[in-house]
């Protein structure tokens, strides 16, 4: 088909068949843009701190970038910096930034709220940590840490040694005074969590009900907030990162962490990993969001209808098989700390033959065993009862949350970072992203049972690969300088599809062996923030059930 044929597509502006056009896109923002620099994923243009709103209108609705995945706040000496990393859901190979720096003594820029419904807990995180304030912001307060919090952790004059004085109010009873609605008696607030299993970790929901239906519900998160950004800044590239990934997602996705650790690191250091090493990494990440999913349904039953003797603990059964293949694999059962930058910590485990059959046994137990699962849960009439049409999340507001994994793709947003953004040896195999178009909270357990499926070809195909390598050709690693020290001012943005959505991470050098700034973007970060979406107008065992179904933790929630 010519250039000039009129049935062609219009394609949205700043991209060409070969990619995007950087040039036309700086055409586009036109006065908006003050500065140009270039990231290790994508070009990245400046623009004046209250011209934020009208720059990314022009590029979501001209150019395409429909998807918001993180947010970064840095301090330098001279001035403070936010980054909004942009993507396409369509193509998230087509990414660019856009940098808005504001000056030290008043760091305030326009808020990209409403631009991006996911930049409002992004930016609060900003504010809450490095200390930027966002203008037109709808709630900008401390989202991780207290409200008396003194100081911001993550700016340059910060004092860890000052004491952090609570005051008498914080001690006091919340419910000392009516906690009915002046305005509206009939409203009625009610706590749910911290503690309590259904919040998954400690997660507290502050909910306003209206009758026997949420009103409101506001997520007060940070009970686990260790930052994990700051410990990742103090460690070296090479060696004193890679344990801390376990450490977000720390129910079993640990290899899914480290290895978002890895591609950024790897790609920022110019590392080429080996092809036998992408095959171990990508069985054992498979196993990895095998074991993920399948805790996902025992808990979400378990919240639903109370079910722990069966399904529950079904689920944890099959789960522990999984465990039991990755702690011959690394030696440990949740904290693997196994990848290494440029390949694996070691081989597969000898003899060989016994370690592909236990994995083999494993996968052909799975059907069957899947089967009895949508025999127990999916046809059941009381789950489909409590999930079929509740926590409806529509396909576009998902998009503007910035919703990823699972929770996306079973509001039929076809977005999956395997298959997008190729990594590791996924482009190599077959199989099939997983889309459900329920949009509802039956849709998302359909999506990671499925996933399931996907993951167990997956590890088929390199099993036969690894059976089959030629003994002189396992290459576990690359050679990789003991000290890393990427060029001062290299910045990057990159990610993988975790078990629970988008995983990613920026990283900024300063030419030492330590790490500039280190941000990590959480999927489950991004996906919680949906819940009000999902649960208003509903009861309150609705709300369970969508709090349940996205599967999030609170470790990587807070990090």
């Known amino acids: ?62 150019a395409g970038f429909d998807h918001c995945s993180c947010v970064t706040a840095q301090e ?87 004491p952090q004085v609570v005051p008498f109010r914080e001690h006091a009873n919340p419910l000392e005074e009516d906690h009915r609605s002046e305005a509206d008696p009939d409203t009625m607030f009610l706590n749910i969590g911290p503690h309590h299993p259904a919040t998954h970790g400690v997660l507290h929901l502050k ?14 998160i940070g009970y686990l907030h260790r930052c994990e950004e700051q410990i990742c800044q103090n460690g070296t ?144 009439e009381i789950f489909q009862m409590r999930c079929v049409n509740t926590g409806v999340l529509e396909p576009e507001v998902a998009k503007t949350y910035g919703a990823t994994g699972p929770v996306a793709r079973g509001s039929g947003v076809d977005y999956d970072l395997r298959r997008d953004d190729p990594y590791g040896y996924y482009d190599q195999l077959d199989w099939d992203v997983v889309t459900e178009d329920g949009c509802d909270n039956y849709a998302r357990v359909l999506v990671r049972l499925q996933e399931v499926e996907e993951s167990a070809k997956i590890i088929d195909q390199c099993v036969d690969l690894l059976e089959d390598w030629p003994e002189e050709d396992r290459t576990i690693q690359s050679n ?22 988008e995983l990613g991470i920026y990283m900024r050098s300063d030419g030492t062996e330590t790490p500039a700034r280190f941000k990590i973007r959480s999927p489950c970060f991004s996906n919680l923030q949906t819940l009000p979406e999902m649960s208003q107008g509903e009861y309150i065992p609705d709300l369970i059930a969508s709090l349940g179904s996205l599967d999030i933790v609170l470790g990587e929630v807070d990090r």
Request: glycine letters at 4%; hydrophobic letters at 35%.
């Open 1 to 62: 088909m010519s250039l000039e044929d009129p049935t062609r597509p219009e394609l949205p502006v700043g991209e060409t068949e070969d990619g995007l056009d950087y040039d036309a896109i700086e055409a586009l923002l036109g006065e908006h843009v003050i500065g140009r620099e270039s990231h290790v994923n994508a070009e990245a243009f400046i623009v004046r701190p209250d011209e934020v709103q009208a720059a990314l209108e022009l590029l979501r609705d001209e």
């Open 76 to 162: 330098y000496e001279d001035r403070y910096e936010s980054i909004y990393h942009l993507k396409k859901y369509d193509d998230p190979t087509q990414e660019v930034s856009v940098v808005v720096p504001t000056a030290t003594d008043a760091p305030v820029s326009e808020s990209a709220a409403s631009v991006y419904r996911t930049a409002d807990w992004h930016e609060r995180e900003a504010y809450d940590l490095v200390g930027i304030e966002y203008e037109d912001h709808p709630n900008l307060e401390r989202i991780l840490l207290p409200e008396t919090w003194q100081g911001h952790p993550l700016s340059l004059d910060y004092d860890q040694e000052k």
């Open 207 to 220: 909910t306003t009900l209206d009758g026997e239906q949420v009103a409101d519900v506001e997520s007060d």
């Open 237 to 380: 590239y090479r060696h004193q990162i890679m344990p801390y990934p376990d450490r977000w997602d720390y129910i079993s996705a640990g290899i899914l962490n480290e290895w978002a650790y890895a591609r950024a690191a790897e790609d920022m250091a110019d590392i080429e990993v080996p092809e036998y090493a992408q095959v171990i990494r990508t069985m054992s990440a498979e196993l990895c969001r095998i074991a993920s999913h399948m805790l996902a349904l025992g808990t979400f039953a378990l919240d639903v209808y109370g079910d722990f003797t069966a399904i529950f603990m079904y689920a944890t059964r099959d789960r522990e098989v999984v465990q039991n293949i990755l702690e011959d694999l690394t030696g440990q059962r949740l904290m693997f700390n196994y990848l290494r930058l440029g390949g694996v910590a070691w081989d597969l485990p000898e003899p060989r033959e016994e370690f592909f059959e236990t994995i083999r046994d494993f996968l052909e137990d799975l059907p069957e065993k899947l089967e009895e699962y949508h025999d127990l849960v999916t046809s059941n």
């Open 480 to 501: 990789v300088p003991r000290t890393l020290k990427p060029d001062p001012d290299t910045e990057i943005y990159r990610a993988v599809e975790g078990a629970k959505g």
